[in-house]
């Protein structure tokens, strides 16, 4: 009887440990599988996580895409306004001086060159005191030398520079129509000169420096200033000898297409 008693205590307990094991082994269950899902849950979340930038990327590169052609055309209707600021600048005329445009009262000729003391130069002097420009002595040095490149020599300055009582002198001298009224002469400007050369009957324009001269005198800035035919338009006889310095674009532009200077600037 006793012993049938401690027999049923024993099995109780042992089925209360054994319950008490099975509670502890479907606790440990569950909560393990909750970590699993939240673990889940959370590798999910931070897979979809790329894919919702990527899906917002493409929302925004398609939203640049869809304005750019807005942009362009807006940029189009821009660049179909007439740019004031990009606009070419007029090319600004050269200085003209003839029988009805005279010579600005503050005219400055600038830097003069005193061609005598220039030992070096490629040509020779008619008399010793004769001045130019700067820029005016060394283009024409430069035709010179480059003229006696090529075979052709013998250059001879005769007239340059007039200060205004030089003009005045040889108004007064001169029979009338030969000399300019001073002011209105291009010697008063330091940028005309006349050259001539040796000839048997003294014509220049029957040299071959002439001839050279002719046709080679615009790549150094100048231009016959009175050309053959154009004598109602200069106002003055032909004077193959009396040269005017312009400046290279200018003086093609006027030789290639047989102008006067008064035509170039409208003044015809």
């Known amino acids: 009887m006793v012993k049938n008693k401690k027999d049923r205590v024993f099995y109780a307990v042992a089925a209360a440990v054994a319950l008490l094991l099975l509670c502890v082994?479907?606790?440990?269950?569950?909560?393990?599988?909750?970590?699993?899902?939240?673990?889940?849950?959370?590798?999910?979340?931070?897979?979809?996580?790329?894919?919702?930038?990527?899906?917002?990327?493409v929302q925004e590169s398609s939203g640049e895409e869809t304005s750019e052609p807005a942009q362009s055309e807006a940029s189009a209707e821009t660049s179909s306004e007439p740019d004031e600021s990009s606009a070419a600048a007029p090319k600004e005329k050269p200085l003209l001086i003839n029988k009805d445009h005279c010579l600005p009262e503050d005219y400055d000729p600038g830097e003069m060159v005193d061609i005598l003391a220039r030992k070096d130069r490629h040509f020779q002097l008619a008399h010793a005191d004769m001045k130019l420009q700067t820029e005016v002595y060394e283009a024409l040095?430069?035709?010179?030398?480059?003229?006696?490149?090529?075979?052709?020599?013998?250059?001879?300055?005769?007239?340059?520079?007039?200060?205004?009582?030089?003009?005045?002198?040889?108004?007064s001298e001169m029979p009338a129509g030969i000399?300019?009224?001073?002011?209105?002469?291009?010697?008063?400007?330091?940028?005309?000169?006349?050259?001539?050369?040796?000839?048997?009957?003294?014509?220049?324009?029957?040299?071959?420096?002439?001839?050279?001269?002719?046709?080679?005198?615009?790549?150094?800035?100048?231009i016959l200033r009175y050309p053959q035919g154009k004598e109602d338009i200069t106002g003055y006889s032909y004077e193959p000898w009396h040269y005017r310095y312009v400046g290279v674009e200018i003086a093609k532009e006027i030789m290639s297409a047989g102008m006067t200077l008064e035509e170039y600037c409208g003044e015809e």
């Open 25 to 57: 082994i479907l606790v440990v269950a569950l909560t393990g599988r909750g970590e699993g899902g939240a673990s889940s849950a959370a590798e999910t979340g931070a897979e979809s996580a790329p894919a919702e930038s990527a899906a917002e990327s």
């Open 141 to 171: 040095d430069r035709m010179c030398a480059d003229a006696e490149a090529q075979g052709v020599t013998g250059y001879i300055l005769t007239d340059s520079f007039r200060p205004r009582e030089e003009q005045e002198r040889l108004y």
């Open 179 to 222: 000399a300019a009224p001073p002011g209105y002469s291009e010697h008063e400007t330091g940028l005309a000169f006349d050259i001539s050369a040796y000839s048997k009957n003294g014509d220049f324009g029957e040299t071959p420096q002439f001839e050279w001269l002719y046709a080679h005198c615009a790549e150094y800035g100048f």
